[in-house]
């Protein structure tokens, strides 16, 4: 029998559960950079959301799986920098596979590097958390007062706008798509346009609107990115509604529906930077200005545009649990299952 141990956390409500590779005797993941990293994870002849059966994704299935986990569960394996200027690295990983960005994974990190004294914090005052991750270098700024942590801001690689109003034809009707990469490519667009509102009741057809929209994209030479395949294509689709602005600028809620079918429990973090980019780029959204941006669970990220595709998203990071799961050979159920 086997353990893997665990750290989780959930970052306004989407959970994180953090394995540190070299703290648990694991073997190193081959590469010289966490994108090669992330290459190996895959394995060869696999893609993002179909990865190629091995030791190391074996640990992903029994993690993210029933179970022990369950088709909302998002986590991560700590793997070491690309150099000196990043405090460790990262490999994302969902239900499906794995992914290049995670804005609330992220956050989530900050904190626990700080929990963990990994990264030295003051009791009063804010610790930069560097990260290295399949698509660059992000920072988590950990924020405290009185000796606890009290928020957390990510800042993200660079966003930027690559197509305005791609139409879509969905089972619910015609939908106009603006994409944006900001880590990862994310397909934007109205809830309203497909009979939709941003509601738990909706999720149904949000889901299924998301996976439409992702498969018809799924060759649109919008989603390419320079970096290569592994940035290419489109990870998630955001569906979102308008609520009144705020005194410090527009308001709105979303459901980002990811990978095949899961759905972001956040605001989600890199997603956010994906709708700064647009908003910006329509002039909703200047400098001094806010993004108050809602999850379909009630959950908030504030988000900024700081410079031209430069964002940064505030939210929350809190300890759910540490855990030591069991793999038992002689279990049927393997490294678990989904429904």
Same mark, same amino acid.
């Given at each position: 029998? !086997? ?5 989780? *956390? ?11 590779? +070299? ?9 010289d950079?966490?994108?090669e ?5 895959i $394995?060869?002849g696999?893609?993002?959301t ?6 190391l ?16 569960? *998002? ?20 239900k499906? #596979? *794995? !992914? ?7 956050m +989530?990190?900050g ?13 009063? $005052? ?9 698509? #660059?270098? /992000? ?8 000796g ?9 690689v660079? &966003?930027?706008? !690559? ?12 939908a ?5 990469? +900001?880590?990862?490519c994310?397909? !934007? /667009?109205? &809830? ?11 999720l ?9 929209i992702?498969?018809?994209l799924?060759?649109?030479p ?5 970096g #290569?395949?592994?940035l ?9 509604e ?6 410090? #600028?527009?308001h ?6 990811f990978?095949?079918?899961? /759905? ?7 997603g956010?930077?994906a ?17 108050l941006?809602e999850?379909?669970t009630?959950?908030?990220f ?14 929350t ?16 159920l ?6």
């Amino acid at each position: 029998m !086997s353990t893997v141990r665990t750290v989780d *956390y959930h970052a306004a409500g989407e959970p994180f559960r953090i394995v540190d590779v +070299a703290a648990e005797g694991m073997p190193p993941v081959p590469g010289d950079t966490v994108a090669e990293r992330c290459a190996t994870a895959i $394995g060869p002849g696999g893609s993002a959301t179909a990865p190629r059966r091995g030791e190391l994704d074996d640990v992903r299935r029994l993690l993210v799986q029933e179970p022990r986990g369950h088709a909302g569960m *998002y986590g991560g394996f700590v793997v070491p920098a690309d150099d000196d200027g990043a405090h460790f690295g990262v490999l994302f990983w969902h239900k499906d #596979g *794995y !992914s290049t960005a995670c804005g609330h994974g992220t956050m +989530a990190l900050g904190v626990w590097a700080v929990d963990s004294g990994r990264v030295a914090a003051p009791d009063d $005052g804010d610790a930069q958390v560097r990260i290295d991750v399949p698509s #660059g270098r /992000v920072t988590a700024t950990v924020h405290r007062a009185g000796g606890r942590t009290t928020g957390v801001t990510f800042r993200n690689v660079p &966003a930027r706008v !690559s197509a305005r109003k791609v139409p879509v034809a969905t089972t619910l009707g015609l939908a106009e798509v603006d994409i944006a990469h +900001a880590g990862a490519c994310y397909a !934007s /667009v109205r &809830a309203r346009d497909l009979g939709l509102d941003v509601s738990r009741a909706a999720l149904p057809g949000l889901v299924r609107a998301g996976q439409e929209i992702r498969a018809a994209l799924a060759t649109h030479p919008a989603t390419w990115h320079p970096g #290569g395949p592994l940035l290419s294509g489109v990870y998630g689709v955001i569906l979102h509604e308008e609520l009144p602005a705020t005194p410090f #600028g527009p308001h709105q809620r979303n459901v980002t529906v990811f990978a095949d079918g899961q /759905v972001d429990r956040s605001p989600c973090g890199s997603g956010t930077s994906a709708r700064l980019a647009l908003l910006a780029q329509d002039g909703r959204l200047g400098p001094g200005e806010d993004l108050l941006h809602e999850s379909v669970t009630g959950t908030v990220f504030t988000g900024r545009i700081l410079e031209v595709g430069v964002t940064e998203v505030t939210g929350t990071a809190y300890r759910t649990g540490e855990h030591a799961f069991a793999a038992d050979p002689h279990d049927p159920l393997g490294t678990g299952f989904l429904l």
